[in-house]
């Protein structure tokens, strides 16, 4: 032990210590996770569906580890299996084939887990296949737009990624009621609100560079963020309705993948519902407001 430092100041130092080592570990799995995101979305739809199919994989496994106590069984082949297949098909301008795959293998796997578990369990087994699916082929459809797929997905990444780290910024600072305590006790009101603003303020920014509506998509970022909260708060939830702190210890410093992917898994489905609704021949450039 160092000279003139009692026990109990070594054990601050310590602790003083690994609190910087924790964000940098957190800052530099989140730079890994964006740049491989980015590149591979920009590539194009085929290697980006090939990203999300890796990223479905991973959440089958920690949903089965999360609902069933084990994730490699029989129903993560059947939802993997299918949710490759279906990748490929959004990838290919086949939505609907896509949705019809991950709809049979949820059902498939409700049939396989009910010959073991009671039907509320099985029906929770079933409900991670259309869980990490429905969000999945709503992205690679999105990217599919062959002149704003691109653009599309980097607003979402962008309003989802902006209206976490406001949301954490804010709530840091400011404080205050708290949210949902008995759901996540460390989110609170003033954070929601400034991850709103933020997403809102990353929309209005995003339209005067791709050059469309700025107060259309400022309105639709803030809607996506506040769906996105909501499901980080679902996600959150569920982890503990089954008593898990963390999905996994998948990624440095974030939990798991099921962790990081709440938000996106639903603000990715509300994305594609509005551009279904705008204009499903064009779902990029709906989503951006081009009308």
């Known amino acids: 032990m160092t000279e003139g430092i009692s026990p109990s100041q070594a054990n601050k130092k310590n602790t003083g210590d690994k609190k910087p080592n924790e964000l940098m570990l957190r800052v530099n799995?989140?730079?890994?996770?964006?740049?491989?995101?980015?590149?591979?979305?920009?590539?194009?739809?085929?290697?980006?569906?090939?990203?999300?199919?890796?990223?479905?994989?991973?959440?089958?496994?920690?949903?089965?580890?999360?609902?069933?106590?084990?994730?490699?069984?029989?129903?993560?082949?059947?939802?993997v299996s299918a949710s490759a297949v279906a990748a490929l098909c959004a990838a290919y301008g086949m939505p609907g084939a896509a949705l019809s795959l991950i709809l049979i293998a949820t059902a498939a796997v409700f049939a396989l887990r009910r010959l073991t578990d009671t039907p509320e369990k099985a029906w929770w087994s079933a409900g991670g296949v259309y869980y990490a699916g429905f969000p999945a082929i709503a992205m690679i459809w999105l990217r599919g737009d062959p002149v704003d797929g691109w653009h599309a997905i980097l607003f979402l990444f962008i309003v989802v990624w902006t209206t976490d780290t406001a949301a954490f910024v804010f709530g840091?600072?400011?404080?205050?009621?708290?949210?949902?305590?008995?759901?996540s006790p460390k989110k609170t009101w003033a954070g929601l609100i400034g991850g709103l603003l933020a997403a809102g303020a990353a929309g209005l920014l995003f339209a005067q560079a791709v050059s469309t509506q700025s107060l259309a998509l400022g309105a639709v970022a803030a809607?996506?963020?506040?769906?996105?909260?909501?499901?980080?708060?679902?996600?959150?939830?569920?982890?503990?309705?089954?008593?898990?702190?963390?999905?996994?210890?998948?990624?440095?410093?974030h939990g798991g993948v099921l962790d990081r992917m709440d938000g996106l898994v639903a603000a990715s489905v509300a994305a594609a519902c509005?551009?279904?609704?705008?204009?499903?021949?064009?779902?990029?450039?709906?989503?951006?407001?081009?009308l």
């Open 223 to 253: 809607g996506l963020a506040l769906v996105a909260q909501l499901g980080d708060l679902a996600e959150s939830a569920l982890k503990r309705l089954f008593g898990w702190k963390d999905s996994s210890g998948l990624i440095p410093g």
């Open 29 to 79: 799995s989140a730079l890994v996770l964006i740049t491989v995101s980015l590149l591979l979305a920009y590539s194009g739809a085929v290697s980006f569906a090939a990203l999300i199919a890796v990223v479905v994989a991973l959440m089958a496994w920690e949903w089965g580890r999360l609902i069933r106590g084990r994730g490699l069984d029989e129903a993560f082949a059947v939802q």
């Open 172 to 183: 840091r600072i400011i404080g205050g009621p708290k949210l949902a305590p008995r759901i």
């Open 274 to 290: 509005l551009a279904w609704i705008i204009d499903p021949r064009h779902p990029g450039a709906a989503l951006l407001m081009r």
